[in-house]
């Protein structure tokens, strides 16, 4: 998928994120600003105008962990609102979860993650997360088909 500009329409911007896992684990970062501030997630942000969704998906996991991926490959879309109470009318997003190849290392909360971590899917569900979240995590086990 290569898809250029960083809107969607009149109101929604296209973002993206990594859906990176390791040893049955996916890494998350727990978000420190709007949209999703305080919630898990997979890294991921904005696509910035004229950059493709893959090479935003790759260079906002390394903005975010300091991790680097090969191979990123669309997994599924979402139509989002805001997470955050109040803002639906302001934040309208279709994001692209991409899995990715990981290529080791340790990851480190930087740019908008304020922590980052491994989790099992099963953890993943005990977290604070968006609502994609879980449904990507079905997804992902197969007992939901990836749309």
Not at 44 to 60: C, F, I, K, S
Not at 85 to 93: I, V, Y
Not at 122 to 137: A, F, K, N, Y
Request: proline content about 9%; some cysteine.
């Amino acid at each position: 998928m290569s898809i250029k500009s960083g809107k969607a329409g009149p109101k929604a911007a296209l973002a993206v994120s990594v859906a990176l896992e390791r040893d049955g684990r996916f890494l998350l970062v727990l978000r420190a600003n709007p949209p999703a501030q305080n919630l898990y997630a997979f890294p991921g942000g904005r696509v910035d105008p004229d950059e493709t969704l893959e090479h935003a998906a790759l260079r906002e996991l390394a903005e975010e962990t300091g991790l680097k991926a090969i191979n990123p490959r669309p997994f599924a879309t979402f139509d989002l609102g805001s997470d955050a109470p109040g803002e639906h009318s302001k934040s309208h997003f279709f994001l692209t979860v991409f899995l990715a190849e990981d290529t080791g290392g340790d990851p480190v909360a930087m740019d908008d993650a304020r922590q980052v971590g491994w989790f099992t899917p099963e953890e993943i569900r005990g977290l604070p997360v968006p609502q994609s979240m879980v449904d990507c995590m079905d997804m992902l086990e197969g007992k939901r088909p990836a749309v």
